[in-house]
């Protein structure tokens, strides 16, 4: 199987981005665009071919391109972002995906960031959170129930979207941050805690060879390898400033 990992160029206007749960520190663009290319260099180095929507500075949070859509099999859901500064960003997002699958779309007034959606095979699990309404969730079960999915809603709590809080990071293994969101939901699988110190931890981004994890979190990077998990850290601290991860600047596409 071959996957297309979609990303989009940082816009320059990057500083202005939405902040929920972190304070507004200088992002030097330079460096995240430098940090961005490592990100895609570590993708294509697990197998992902790579292609990048050109940036665009109307849209400061354009680079978190995981928020605009919702990718499976079958079909690719576009999403209604909760910041309304974010939802001009869907249609460069939605003409490159229609040429992948067919598309359905989050209505208003619903809104739905992809962050909140965690893919567990056949069951989506979604964030209640400031950016996800009930109704972008109730939008996004019947959307998707013809193709066998079933739709679970979660709380979360202290911090931005639920992949902030859990990520998967093997076939059976979850990375998770407690703090924020309880494992109950989760019962039967291997729960991994992120490090004490290393709340942001748990937005890992698992592809059939290995996880992409940032560099800033050694501890919980120490405690996946130990767990014999294959990672492969990038630098993510700039884009870390804007409440970004690595789940957040990819979308992935699944071929053959
Ligand atoms: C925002 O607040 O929308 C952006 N500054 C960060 C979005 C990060 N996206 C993600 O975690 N999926």
Redesign the pocket.
Known sequence: MTRVAITRGISATIND????HVPRTPIGVALAREQHAAYESALASLGCEIRRIPADDRYP?AV?I??TAIVLDEIAVITR?G?ES?RGELDAVAAVLGEYRPLARIEAPATI???DVLQLDDVLYVGRTL?TTDEGIAQLRELIAPDGYRVVAVDVDGC??L??AVTRVGADALLINRRWLSPSVFDGWRIINVDDAEPAAA?ALLLEQGVIVPEEFPRTRRKLEAEGIEVIAVPAGELAK????V??CSLIVKQG
């Open positions: 981005c939405e902040l929920t949070d978190f995981e928020d972002p910041a974010r960031d992809g962050g950016r931005l979207h992949k902030s937005n804007a409440e970004g991860g789940t957040c």
